[in-house]
T-cell receptor, first 115, second 113 residues
Framework: DAGVTQSPTHLIKTRGQQVTLRCSPKSGHDTVSWYQQALGQGPQFIFQYYEEEERQRGNFPDRFSGHQFPNYSSELNVNALLLGDSALYLC??????????????FGPGTRLTVL | AQKVTQAQTEISVVEKEDVTLDCVYETRDTTYYLFWYKQPPSGELVFLIRRNSFDEQNEISGRYSWNFQKSTSSFNFTITASQVVDSAVYFCALSEAFDKLIFGTGTRLQVFP
């Protein structure tokens, strides 16, 4: 049973460029959340996708956008990169259900460096 | 507003010592979930425990134990007889709606042989 996978593992970009990160959820999961983890900090929620729609969004500018495909995989796009966007980007998947909390499973992350 | 505070930035212990990681949270909701995650140098977040706001029973799992106290809004994590493999960054997190996780800043635990 494959867990959450993310690609690429590492990425180096320069300021002003655009980047796309990819995530494949755990088998059977239909919801994908993205988090940004700056060095020495805890992960910060960016947004969550369910049924190909953005379901909830954290406090991130519009430069951060996403997409979810019919197979539940997801992309995170960041435009006009800033030095401060350098971070580990984590993807988490879960299965939406009624009532109780839906546990999130995290991928290994993509480390983005902006020069 | 929701917030998680981990006041201990870094803790160093010698193997076999017991260590407690503190977590204080803030929320206005009556229904919420609390978590602990471990992040080894590889970067992947490893789930350790989930607690809902209606279950204040303490839990023990092997060398790990958790103390949840709503009266003080705390959810502390104790490792008994620490081992070098316990060295990692540990995060406490809070969830209210739509599974969005709010993390603390983490506590780096270093266990020396």
């Amino acid at each position: 049973d494959a867990g959450v996978t993310q690609s690429p593992t590492h990425l180096i970009k320069t300021r002003g460029q655009q980047v796309t990160l990819r995530c494949s959820p755990k088998s059977g999961h239909d919801t994908v959340s993205w988090y940004q983890q700056a060095l020495g900090q805890g992960p910060q929620f960016i947004f969550q996708y369910y049924e190909e729609e953005e379901r909830q969004r954290g406090n991130f500018p519009d430069r951060f956008s996403g997409h979810q495909f019919p197979n539940y995989s997801s992309e995170l796009n960041v435009n006009a990169l800033l030095l401060g966007d350098s971070a580990l980007y984590l993807c988490a998947s879960s299965l939406v259900g009624g009532g109780s909390y839906n546990e999130q499973f995290f991928g290994p992350g993509t480390r983005l460096t902006v020069l | 507003a929701q917030k998680v505070t981990q006041a201990q930035t870094e803790i160093s212990v010698v193997e076999k010592e017991d260590v407690t990681l503190d977590c204080v949270y803030e929320t206005r909701d009556t229904t919420y979930y609390l978590f602990w995650y471990k992040q080894p140098p590889s970067g992947e977040l490893v789930f350790l425990i989930r607690r809902n706001s209606f279950d204040e029973q303490n839990e023990i799992s092997g060398r790990y134990s958790w103390n949840f106290q709503k009266s003080t809004s705390s959810f502390n994590f104790t490792i008994t007889a620490s081992q070098v493999v316990d060295s990692a960054v540990y995060f406490c997190a809070l969830s209210e709606a739509f599974d969005k996780l709010i993390f603390g800043t983490g506590t780096r635990l270093q266990v020396f042989p």
